[in-house]
């Protein structure tokens, strides 16, 4: 069935009350691709993404994740969760377990692997992540950068078919932002499948391979990384990009 | 008061002591057992689990103990259910604490970021396998000064069993002073058996409010 997984959009409408957030957005993100949604913020990046993983609901459009109707009133929606990950931009660790326990915990509890290959797999995850150091740790004795390092050790944990990132850098310090997006270049790398909410343009010009930007609940534009970020089109997008790139 | 008297009664009361240590644990039990099931129906997401819950809690929390307790032990052998003293104690004070009990471990739950509840989500848990795994470890962080507090009043009040003719301490001390007309010493040695019991759970409970400062 994953042979060919790919997650599409289809007219999605979505209100909070009576704001009006997404306005009928299709997309489709294939096996492999890295896809940078860019926007200002309250355009709806985060809400496309949570969508997908069914943490809201949307009143109206499609969205399909590797094939299955994605209805958080449903259950399968665990399907489709245990498809893609999510990383957020607050970590959302559980501070109650240790650094090793927040990456087991998923494959034990939800996939039902063993304690020992969980642990097995759990330690190799965090290798990549750089903090094979940190297993025994609990998550407050962490900075923000670690804590998100875990987070995406955890999303991996589950072999998702594709990770959400809901602007993972957002809540960190300057100075560990670098530590997070390389992880997430080196998993770009690999070929993860990723759609990335994200305010870091230089990461989007070099590791999306599309950019899409959304304004006001609907996208402007969509292309090539180069494209978008270089040459866009749309004059909302070259307002915008002007205005985040003058900013510093 | 003198010694000799002491000597006589305490051996007399301490018999009623065991029965309050019996009727405060079990009410404990019974209370946090209950008080679980009212609060996951308060946040089922069921429309019908929660309004059950909700009256549940609002009847028990506003009436009277006593008058609860009367009625299971005397109200209930009407249609056939019939409980000893100590069943009926241990049940109403049990039911009357399950209520406080919940509405502590509510706020607790409540108290739990929501984030918590994305991740889990996210990581494909069921709602009951979210419950278990992340929600509740950390509301009984949050709740156990709090259910401290109602341990000890527990205790206290396991003292209106005494109503009900369940012979603890409060009961032993009130049929030993009026036979004896020892007030004084009779009720002062109540008290002080009472606070002998408190003072460890006070001072659990300030250990247990210094370490949830600190975390």
């Known amino acids: 069935m994953t042979s060919k997984f790919n997650i599409s959009l289809k007219n999605v409408h979505k209100h909070f009350g009576k704001n009006h957030v997404l306005k009928g957005v299709s997309a489709s993100i294939s096996k492999g691709e890295v896809v940078c949604v860019i926007g200002p913020s309250g355009s709806g990046k985060s809400t496309i993404l949570r969508c997908i993983n069914g943490l809201e609901s949307y009143e109206s459009g499609s969205i399909l994740a590797g094939g299955i109707e994605v209805d958080s009133s449903r259950p399968s929606i665990i399907e489709v969760r245990t498809l893609i990950s999510m990383v957020f931009q607050r970590f959302n660790l559980f501070p109650h377990r240790t650094v090793l326990e927040n990456v087991i915990e998923g494959p034990i509890f939800v996939k039902k692997q063993s304690i020992e290959m969980a642990e097995y797999f759990g330690r190799e995850l965090l290798k990549r992540v750089g903090l094979s150091n940190k297993e025994r740790a609990y998550p407050p004795q962490l900075s923000g950068g670690q804590m998100q390092r875990v987070a995406i050790a955890r999303a991996l944990a589950m072999n998702p078919e594709a990770i959400l990132f809901d602007e993972p850098t957002s809540a960190l310090d300057p100075e560990l932002v670098g530590e997070v997006l390389s992880v997430m270049r080196y998993l770009a790398e690999e070929g993860m499948t990723m759609l990335v909410a994200t305010h870091e343009m230089d990461f989007a010009r070099s590791v999306a391979d599309r950019v899409i930007f959304l304004d006001e609940g609907q996208i402007v534009e969509e292309g090539s990384a180069m494209k978008i970020l270089t040459a866009p089109e749309h004059p909302r997008t070259q307002h915008f990009l002007h205005r985040i790139l003058t900013r510093s | 008061m003198n010694l000799s008297e002491i000597l006589i009664f305490l051996p007399i009361l301490l018999e009623g002591v065991k029965l309050t240590v019996i009727v405060t644990f079990g009410a404990l039990i019974f209370s946090t057992v209950l008080g679980l099931v009212w609060v996951l129906m308060r946040v089922s997401g069921y429309w019908v689990l929660r309004k059950i819950s909700t009256w549940a809690v609002n009847i028990l929390r506003g009436t009277p103990i006593l008058i609860q307790l009367f009625y299971i032990y005397f109200v209930l052998p009407e249609i056939g259910i019939t409980l000893t003293a100590v069943q009926a104690g241990i049940i109403g004070l049990g039911l009357a604490f399950s209520a406080y009990q919940s509405e502590n471990f509510r706020s607790g739950i409540e108290a739990v ?46 003292s209106l069993a005494s109503t009900i003719t369940v012979a603890e ?46 975390s």
């Not at chain 2, 006070?202 to 949830?212: A, T, Y």
């Open chain 2, 169 to 214: 301490l409060a009961f032993k001390g009130q049929i030993l002073a009026s036979s004896t007309f020892k007030y004084s010493t009779v009720l002062t040695l109540v008290a002080f058996l009472y606070l002998f019991m408190s003072l460890p759970l006070i001072s659990l409970v300030g250990w247990l409010e210094r370490r949830k400062k600190k």
């Open chain 2, 113 to 158: 970021d929501h984030g918590q509840v994305e991740a889990a989500q996210s990581l494909g848990m069921s709602w009951p396998l979210m419950m278990r795994r992340v929600i509740l470890p950390q509301a009984a962080r949050i709740v156990l000064p709090t259910y401290g507090n109602t341990m000890i009043m527990i205790l206290k009040d396991s």
